[in-house]
């Protein structure tokens, strides 16, 4: 932490306070009928988000995945955009008719949320191979659990990217589940990180609840694929809060590891930290704290205010 500006790490802080937030939020609204659709939280995995999202700008890209609320705000997204496609409203990323899992915004170069597990990773090598082409330093990163993990697109990713030494950062978000299938059973390799080795590149394992550590790791691959040195893997070892989607009770974790893990909740493990070595006071915290809630709930009231989109555009925006 030391080597860290303040500046750097309030901004970690506010960018998980800020999804958790807009999480908690969306599970209550959800929970009162007011939003429709799928919702799969990010609650307890914001470090991830929120330290790799921190190492980049703009102009670098990310995929996402099923669970994206929270890489859509730490890369930039507008609230209120999102908050309304939650809430199925016209003014909401895909006018309304997209929903938690298909939040888009090419201007600051998140190339999109995705319901097909694994997908967003050969779309992040397709990226990066047009950055290399293209000259830039700019670089890709994609998100994905470690169930997408053992899809083909994994592999097929890691191999093109190593193989084509393309700019890109795999950033596995290892949450100890797919649905409800944990690690273990899903994967003989001990760590996700080791499968690196298998394509010849960088792997490694860091403490995904906690967002420093995940940004000098993430900072490490960054600028190692800005120089022209090719793709690495990171795996963040964390944990859902949740069920894997909003209306899973999760009978499958055990209570003395959900225990374990909400005590080691990357929030409040965070605010100890900032604390304890004077980087802020509770006062600084709280304001942050109350900050976020302010824009949350300006975004719910803007999702509310908003119109349905008209019948009559259901059929707009479609390939076929
Ligand atoms: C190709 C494909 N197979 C199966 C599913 C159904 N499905 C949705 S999420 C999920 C589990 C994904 O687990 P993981 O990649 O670890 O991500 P997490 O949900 O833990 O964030 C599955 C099997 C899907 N959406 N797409």
């Given amino acids: 932490m030391s080597d860290c500006s303040k500046e750097v790490l309030l901004g970690l802080y506010r960018t998980m306070v800020r999804i958790r937030t807009f999480e908690e939020t969306a ?43 929270g890489h859509c705000i730490a890369k930039g997204a507008d609230i209120n955009r999102m908050m309304a496609e939650l809430y199925g409203r016209k003014t909401g990323y ?41 000259g830039e330093q700019n670089v890709t990163v994609t998100f994905f659990g ?7 697109t994994f592999h097929e990713g890691l191999n093109m990217a190593a193989a084509q030494n393309l700019p890109v950062i795999f950033v596995c978000e290892n ?3 797919g649905m409800s299938t944990p690690f273990a059973v899903h994967s003989k390799n001990k760590t996700i990180a080791q499968r690196a080795a298998a394509y010849d590149i960088p792997g490694v394992r860091v403490d995904g609840n906690d967002p420093v550590a995940v940004m000098e790791a993430a900072e490490e691959a960054v600028k190692r694929a800005r120089a022209g040195e090719g793709p690495s893997l990171i795996e963040c070892v964390t944990w859902r809060h949740y069920g894997h989607f909003i209306g899973d009770p999760a009978p499958y974790k055990k209570l003395e590891d959900d225990k374990k893990w909400r005590e080691n909740d990357p929030i409040p493990r965070f605010e100890k930290k900032l604390t304890a070595e004077g980087i802020a006071s509770a006062d600084e915290l709280d304001a942050i704290k109350a900050e976020a809630e302010n824009e949350i709930q300006a975004a719910v009231r803007f999702a509310e205010d908003s119109p349905f989109p008209e019948v009559d555009v259901m059929f707009e925006d479609l390939y076929v």
């Fill in 94 to 134: 895909c006018k309304g008719k997209g929903g938690s899992m298909h939040i888009a915004d090419i201007s600051k170069g998140i190339i999109g949320a995705n319901g097909i597990v694994g997908a967003g990773i050969p779309i992040a090598v397709g990226v990066a191979f047009a950055q290399k082409y293209r």
């Fill in 27 to 69: 599970a209550r609204l959800f929970q009162d009928g007011k939003l429709a659709g799928f919702l799969h939280l990010y609650s307890g995995e914001e470090a991830v988000a929120a330290g790799v999202c921190a190492c980049l700008g703009d102009e670098d890209c990310v995929t996402s995945t099923h669970r994206g609320h």
């Fill in 175 to 177: 949450n100890h589940f």
């Fill in 146 to 152: 470690d169930g997408a993990s053992n899809r083909g």
